[in-house]
């Protein structure tokens, strides 16, 4: 019976050793949550805020209203002010004023002079500075802007001491036009320019399956498409997913899903189109901006 035990053990051996080899990282990463992309870049970004100001031991700040470069303002600036004020608040480290708190104290037309001051890049008077700070019992100011390109949005904030007037800090991030960014910023054509089809000039379409590689950029960044989960998990309350290697780096992505990376001064954004069966399809898009629009001008005629 021991000899029986034993030639089935060895069998079983025999047949897994047998499989074909399959794809082991070089790294084992450990498996996360992956947020959409707008809520990855403002999580991101909202943490690099975070971190700045607990160096300076600050946990009382207020944040001013978030505005366009030319000083308008529309949904998009309120969504993004909005989610950068909850994710400091939902720290539990931070006590934060919201732009509509610095109405209702009558302080907004101060922070308008701080506002000023940081898009003509120069300091705000101490004084002034001083005077927001006690009237609103705060140690700083965020301040965002938002720049909108051909195909993404930047968000840029600065931090501003109410001790000093002085900017002390800042972060950025750079936003790629999803669906859900070109209905705040009421863009009609929304989704034309982030996915201009296969050959297209700012992006393609990557039609794939499980266990597949993709050379995004040659010799820089590869996709590696692990497993491809076509079913909705009912206990994770998670739609269709994809798990996937950007070169070393594990993700999980859901549908719309994207992931931006900067390259050699140029950035890129990936993005989870469809799903179906066991064959996912992608769009790899370059993002553009002004010196890409410069780039493409044609030369004036003699």
């Known amino acids: 019976m021991k000899q029986w035990v034993f030639v089935v053990v060895l069998l079983v051996l025999a047949t897994a050793c047998a499989r074909p080899p399959q794809y082991v990282p070089s790294k084992k990463p450990a498996r996360f949550s992956y947020e959409s992309g707008v809520d990855g870049q403002i999580s ?12 300076r031991r600050i946990r009382r700040v207020a944040v001013k209203e978030f505005t366009r470069i030319d000083g308008k303002r529309k949904q998009l600036e309120k969504y ?3 989610e950068v004020s909850d994710k400091l608040f939902k720290t539990g480290y931070f006590t934060v004023v919201r732009s509509e708190m610095l109405d209702a104290t009558g302080e907004d037309s101060i922070l308008g002079l701080v506002e000023s001051a940081v898009t003509k890049n120069s300091d705000i008077k101490e004084e002034d500075a001083r005077k927001v700070g006690r009237a609103l019992n705060i140690d700083a100011i ?3 802007h938002t720049v909108v390109l051909g195909s993404a949005v930047k968000l840029s904030i600065q931090l501003i001491s109410t001790s000093t007037g002085s900017v002390f800090g800042s972060a950025s991030a750079m936003i790629a036009k999803d669906r859900n960014i070109r209905t705040l910023l009421d863009e009609k054509a929304a989704g ?18 499980e266990n597949q590689y993709h050379e995004l950029v040659p010799d820089l960044y590869t996709l590696y498409v692990k497993q491809v989960n076509d079913q909705m998990d009912l206990f994770a309350e998670t739609g269709p997913t994809v798990e996937v290697f950007l070169n070393d780096e594990y993700k999980v992505l859901g549908l719309d899903e994207m992931v931006t990376f900067t390259l050699d001064e140029k950035t890129y954004v990936l993005t989870l189109r469809k799903i179906s069966g066991r064959n996912a399809v992608f769009s790899f898009a370059k ?5 890409d ?3 493409a001008q044609a030369p004036p005629e003699p």
């Not at 970004?45 to 160096?55: D, E, G, M, N, Y």
């Open 44 to 55: 991101t970004l909202s943490t690099q805020v975070a971190k700045q100001l607990t160096r």
């Open 142 to 144: 965020v301040v965002g």
């Open 192 to 209: 034309k320019a982030a996915s201009l089809g296969r050959n297209g000039e700012y992006g393609d379409f990557i039609n794939t399956g």
């Open 80 to 82: 993004l002010e909005m």
């Open 293 to 295: 629009d410069e780039e």
């Open 287 to 291: 993002l553009r901006n002004a010196s």
